[in-house]
């Protein structure tokens, strides 16, 4: 699922969704030439602790490409012996990014599954041939950028759940917090640090607040996301706004605030 949309000024206009069926369907769609700069909600990286103690490359795309080349039940294999020798509270590894943006480890296999997100999606990228501002140089004029929603929607809801993949569990308070979240991004541009403020039809405002699963609204504050990034880039930043320190083999995600020294 993707929101596409531009933007005009401090106001982020939401065209249209975009969906796929497959992961050969998205992975055409990046392919295509185009003009874009895109916010995917998966991890780019994984954490350069657990790279180092599997003795993994630290370069990135060679890394990408190891990763690539283990089915899932060996990467579980590979995780799970990681995990066991490590005390509770401390089983998974994690990139630096993973701490200010509120993120899980982009080693977990459950609960998110975001280590698959990343088997089956960074292929895909490397594979189109995109440009990934700080890991791997590409097309410039199709440019894809790690985003996480989470971040965003806690700025606003704090910790109250708005979607959930179990259709029984889509309550009539997960819908009100999409309304009030949904509310708040279109009223004013001061109402998250992004300074934007979204505008969409009336129809994908309904099929927002309806979809129980999150994966509009997901989507649509990936793209909130990357309309800051573009602005940054419009404002003469070549990072697209992520911060020059951050891990070229782990990435950053986009907006999240980098640690002070210290």
């Known amino acids: 699922m993707l929101a ?37 909600d998966m991890p780019f990286g994984l954490p350069r602790e657990l790279v180092l103690a599997l003795g993994w490359p630290t370069d990135w ?17 590979l995780f799970q012996a990681f995990c066991a020798s490590r005390p509770v509270g401390g089983k998974f590894a994690h990139r630096a990014t993973d701490g200010p943006a509120g993120s899980s480890s982009s080693m977990k296999w459950v609960n998110p599954p975001v280590a698959w997100m990343l088997h089956a999606g960074v292929p895909l990228l490397r594979a189109a041939g995109v440009h990934l501002p700080g890991l791997a140089d590409g097309d410039r004029r199709r440019v894809a950028l790690e985003t996480y929603p989470g971040l965003l929607a806690r700025e606003l ?22 309304m009030d979240l949904l509310s708040a991004l279109c009223s004013t541009a001061e109402a998250t640090r992004l300074g934007l403020r979204l505008a969409l039809p009336q129809d994908d405002q ?21 309309a800051w990034a573009q602005r940054q880039y419009d404002q003469g930043d070549q990072r697209y706004g992520m911060p020059l320190a ?14 002070s020294p210290g």
């Open 246 to 259: 951050s891990d070229a083999l782990e990435g950053w995600i986009v907006s999240a605030p980098f640690p």
């Open 157 to 178: 809801l704090g910790r109250r759940s708005y979607k959930n993949d179990d259709p029984k569990r889509q309550t009539a308070e997960r819908r009100q917090a999409r």
């Open 206 to 226: 309904r099929a927002i607040i309806d979809d129980g699963s999150g994966d509009l609204l997901d989507a649509t504050l990936c793209l909130l996301q990357a």
């Open 4 to 40: 596409l949309g531009h933007l005009d000024g401090d106001t982020v206009r939401l065209d249209h969704f975009e969906r796929f069926p497959t992961l050969t369907d998205f992975g055409a769609w990046l392919a295509r030439p185009g003009d874009w700069v895109g916010g995917f």
């Open 61 to 77: 795309a060679a890394c990408m490409a190891h990763y690539a080349g283990f089915t899932r039940p060996q990467l579980r294999a």
